[in-house]
Every structure is written in C-alpha cells, then in structure tokens.
C-alpha cells in the first residue's frame, strides 16, 4: 500500500510564491509516476504537472515557466513549487501516486487548498 500526504498551501498575492510537498509513504518502489492536479470550485480537476520515473517532467501550458516539479528521493517527498502565482491558479491541490496516474491505478492525498488574492 502507498500513502500520499500533501502540505504547504495556503493564501498568497498574486506574483507570489507556494512551495507544496507530497509525502510518500508505504510501498513506495511501486510507484512510477507523481502528479500534481488542481480543482478550482465549479470546475474539472485538471493535471498540472507530473513526474515520471523520477526525472521525465510534464506541465500543463498554463503552468509551463512558473511551476516546478522536482522528487527527494532521500525524503521520499515530490515538491511542486509555484512562482508567479496569478488567482487563476486558486484551487485544492491534489498529489496522486501511482503505477499510472489513473484514478484505478493511482492513490490520491486529500488535498491542500491554494488560495491566490489580487
């Protein structure tokens, strides 16, 4: 079993910065891939980014240059830090884990809150 625990939202101005942390725990060898996904009220859940097999990166386009994706091994911990934040990027933020990132294959924390003001 593999257990996913995200940290470090919060309520931030615009062109600032959050660094998030998701925590893995468990049987941690299983999982080839971390994403983190953002739901905003009202609307899709929505990728923002992802790492595979610990170094092959993906971004969403609106994310790409002000969101970084980067894996401690050492700490068993995947970090996504967020500069440049605009309101727009208001949403709970979810980390999943998994052999893939779908939702059968995948286990999912229960989210962090990221609130951007103007």
């Known amino acids: 079993q593999v257990q996913v625990a995200e940290s470090g939202g919060g309520l931030v101005q615009a062109g600032g910065s959050l660094r998030l942390s998701c925590k893995l725990s468990?049987?941690?060898?299983?999982?080839?891939?971390v994403g983190w996904f953002r739901q905003a009220p009202g609307q899709r859940r929505e990728s923002v980014a992802s790492?595979?097999?610990?170094?092959?990166?993906q971004y969403a386009d609106s994310v790409k240059g002000r969101f970084s994706i980067s894996r401690d091994s050492a700490k068993n911990t995947v970090y996504l830090e967020m500069n440049m934040l605009k309101p727009e990027d208001t949403a709970v933020y979810y980390c999943?884990?998994?052999?893939?990132?779908?939702?059968?294959?995948?286990?999912w924390g229960q989210g962090t809150q990221v609130t951007v003001s103007s």
């Open positions: 790492i595979i097999a610990g170094t092959r990166k």
């Open positions: 999943a884990a998994g052999v893939t990132l779908r939702e059968d294959q995948s286990v």
């Open positions: 468990g049987n941690i060898l299983r999982i080839n891939m």
